[in-house]
């Protein structure tokens, strides 16, 4: 009892701060690496120039690796990559900020994609650098640099890749801008299966938000990214992985300690391989929804902040063709799959277009808060009985069988300290 009275005592000296990690993200039905209408620091992700609303802080993403198979990672919610960074105040009304280890699921994938094999696969980018700028004026803006490089001369595991990217945005008022271009990417596994190469053309992502009142904000993007590939097996393929989406936002104070969002939209996603030879062998996933996100947030106690959301398809189709015939049945059920599978493929990657069924996603998460620390992450997401195999397309924590298990009480950690 001396033990719990202590324990709470330290939990109560804390301090006013502003929530941010991807658990947070996910636990209210957001993508992880940004929300168009919640605020949240990843935001910078989407539009620099966000790193003008918060102040200095430290924050970490706990995890290791990611799921791996071969020289290809993915971060997942059973296997996440370790990820941190920090952001700190200058003069004059600028911001600087660092980022280690951000390595997004589309970069993952389309180097996935392009390799060949049965889990031999080329290496995703590794040791990605964030370095961000940013400044107040009569229009806020804000500035990012990625960039990442590995390589690899041991025999019979030759590799190379690096990649570059300039992110750009401003805000003012009611409206907000954003611009992304992908100036290059190359990558090369010489000692694997067929001697897989890959190489990023020009991509591009922009979008924008205007806050249509003091509750509710309509948002767009648009993205696109092309590539060359070469696995050996096939003429050289050119792919693309294009994404729409447009909606609304709406966020409602209820109470001084609790928050309502809501959030509807439509949005399209279409990834495409094709060869260079024009003889009509492709492989596609076209996948069109329109998903109602209704979320919340709840400060319990002055040490302990609770949320949750619920999200589906009002309306959702997907058509996945050609991928077993390109991609070949031998390669079976690999990162491969897993990484698709986020942008609409099924498992088996048979040809046909249907309904996406089963598409209601509940995630819940908690904020433990020790003075300027706080510490993240979902809750919920274990399975009873701990026994599953997780393979490179299951995730045995991440089943999400409804146990609240106290001895796994939190997954996918983030830790932030506000200074």
């Known amino acids: 009892m001396k033990k719990i009275f202590i324990v709470g005592s330290a939990l109560m000296l804390v301090s006013t701060a502003t929530f941010a990690s991807k658990a947070r993200l996910q636990s209210l039905g957001e993508d992880k690496d940004g929300s168009y209408y919640i605020s949240d620091y990843r935001n910078v992700y989407i539009n620099p120039s966000e790193l003008n609303t918060f102040g200095n802080k430290v924050f970490l993403e706990w995890g290791n690796t990611g799921k791996a198979v071969g020289n290809a990672s993915l971060d997942t919610d059973s296997k996440t990559k370790a990820?941190?960074?920090?952001?700190?105040a200058l003069p004059n009304d600028m911001k600087a900020g660092v980022i280690l280890g951000d390595e997004t699921d589309v970069a993952a994938l389309t180097r996935i994609l392009s390799s060949n094999g049965s889990n031999s696969f080329m290496q995703t980018a590794d040791n990605v650098i964030d370095l961000f700028l940013a400044g107040k004026g009569d229009v806020n803006?804000?500035?990012?640099?990625?960039?990442?490089q590995s390589e690899s001369e041991v025999t019979n595991s030759r590799y190379k890749q690096h990649a570059y990217a300039l992110r750009a945005g401003a805000n003012k008022d009611a409206w907000n801008a954003h611009l992304l271009l992908a100036l290059g990417a190359k990558a090369d596994a010489p000692d694997l299966a067929n001697t897989p190469t890959y190489k990023g053309k020009l991509g591009v992502r922009v979008g924008g938000g205007y806050d249509l009142d003091e509750s509710n904000k309509a948002f767009a993007m648009y993205e696109r990214y092309e590539w060359k590939q070469d696995n050996g097996t096939t003429a050289e393929r050119i792919g693309s992985f294009n994404k729409w989406f447009t909606g609304v936002g709406h966020t409602k104070k209820i109470t001084d300690s609790s928050t309502f969002f809501a959030r509807l939209q439509a949005e399209?996603?279409?990834?495409k391989l094709e060869t260079s030879t024009g003889n009509n062998t492709e492989a596609k996933i076209t996948r069109f929804a329109v998903p109602l996100t209704v979320a919340f947030e709840h400060t319990a106690t002055e040490w302990l902040v609770l949320r949750g959301s619920v999200g589906q398809n009002i309306h959702g189709t997907v058509e996945d063709q050609g991928l077993t015939a390109n991609f070949g049945a031998a390669?079976?059920?690999t990162i491969r799959t897993l990484a698709a599978a986020r942008?609409?493929?099924?498992t088996a990657g048979n040809?046909?277009?249907k309904s996406i069924v089963n598409s209601t996603v509940v995630n819940a998460g908690m904020t433990f808060k020790f003075g300027n620390l706080e510490l993240d992450g979902?809750?919920?997401?274990?399975?009873?009985?701990?026994a599953i195999a997780d393979t490179a397309t299951t995730e045995a924590a991440d089943t999400k069988h409804g146990v609240l298990a106290f001895d796994n009480l939190m997954t996918r950690v983030g830790m932030t300290y506000n200074f």
Do not use: C, E, H
């Open 83 to 88: 990820q941190g960074g920090m952001f700190y």
């Open 141 to 148: 803006w804000g500035a990012n640099l990625l960039y990442t």
């Open 268 to 271: 399209m996603t279409n990834i």
């Open 331 to 333: 390669n079976g059920p």
């Open 343 to 346: 942008y609409g493929s099924s």
């Open 351 to 353: 040809g046909g277009k």
């Open 378 to 386: 979902n809750i919920g997401t274990t399975d009873g009985n701990r």
